[in-house]
């Protein structure tokens, strides 16, 4: 009976270790100074006109630098904006690639990058559109606890009045994978066999 209650106690103890780290959220920390986005034109077309393209950082991605996730938990944010400019004509538009960073400074220094393609067009600057989409996303990062977080950039497909358009990104938290039920039976019995053992020997010396 005693052995059984040792054996019980080394179980409950166990989940409530494996259920209290799992409890506990990941901090994370935007490195504002060292995410980027860089867009560059590759072709351009235009009836009767032309028009240009850039993107930047949002202005409020200072606002996202410290936020924390729970096992399961996403937070989806304003990442860069794309801007269509110097429209002259009626009709015009082009195609570029882009590549953007998005950096961490917790819960490790870390950063995602990846690189997308797209197009866009515009009427008069008024009314525009166009795609982007991202060659390697989302992306997974470990952590040396076992955590881990996946990071997804948001693939664009648009069109309406205006001529800016945001791309948001995506972090979600995920805890370390808990043990099976076998592998906590196994430890379990593991610890039971330890301490059997132990009060044997101790047995003998007495």
Same mark, same amino acid.
């Given at each position: 009976m005693r052995k =059984?209650?040792?054996f019980l106690c080394a179980i409950a103890l166990i989940f409530t270790i494996v259920g209290s780290a799992s409890a506990i959220p990941i901090e994370f920390g935007i490195d504002e100074t060292k995410s980027s986005v860089e867009l560059i034109i590759m072709t351009?077309?235009?009836?009767?006109?032309?028009?240009s393209i850039?993107? @930047?950082l949002v202005d409020d991605l200072d606002t996202m630098e410290n936020? @924390? =996730?729970?096992d399961g938990e996403?937070?989806?944010?304003?990442?860069?904006d794309i801007i269509i400019s110097d429209a002259t004509g009626w009709l015009s538009g082009g195609t570029a690639d882009v590549e953007a960073t998005l950096a961490f400074d917790s819960p490790v220094v870390s950063k995602v990058t990846d690189s997308g393609s797209g197009s866009w067009f515009t009427i008069c600057g008024f009314i525009s559109g166009g795609y982007l989409s991202w060659a390697d996303m989302p992306q997974t990062l470990t952590l040396p606890d076992g955590n881990y977080f996946d990071v997804d950039f948001e693939n664009v497909l648009i069109?309406?009045?205006?001529?800016t358009t945001t791309v948001s990104a995506t972090v979600t938290a995920h805890a370390a994978p808990v043990p099976e039920p076998a592998t906590v039976m196994l430890l379990g019995t593991g610890l039971l066999g330890m301490i059997a053992f132990g009060r044997k020997r101790f047995n003998k010396k007495a």
């Amino acid at each position: 009976m005693r052995k =059984l209650l040792v054996f019980l106690c080394a179980i409950a103890l166990i989940f409530t270790i494996v259920g209290s780290a799992s409890a506990i959220p990941i901090e994370f920390g935007i490195d504002e100074t060292k995410s980027s986005v860089e867009l560059i034109i590759m072709t351009t077309w235009g009836i009767c006109g032309s028009s240009s393209i850039y993107a @930047s950082l949002v202005d409020d991605l200072d606002t996202m630098e410290n936020f @924390s =996730l729970y096992d399961g938990e996403s937070l989806t944010f304003d990442f860069f904006d794309i801007i269509i400019s110097d429209a002259t004509g009626w009709l015009s538009g082009g195609t570029a690639d882009v590549e953007a960073t998005l950096a961490f400074d917790s819960p490790v220094v870390s950063k995602v990058t990846d690189s997308g393609s797209g197009s866009w067009f515009t009427i008069c600057g008024f009314i525009s559109g166009g795609y982007l989409s991202w060659a390697d996303m989302p992306q997974t990062l470990t952590l040396p606890d076992g955590n881990y977080f996946d990071v997804d950039f948001e693939n664009v497909l648009i069109a309406g009045l205006g001529n800016t358009t945001t791309v948001s990104a995506t972090v979600t938290a995920h805890a370390a994978p808990v043990p099976e039920p076998a592998t906590v039976m196994l430890l379990g019995t593991g610890l039971l066999g330890m301490i059997a053992f132990g009060r044997k020997r101790f047995n003998k010396k007495a």
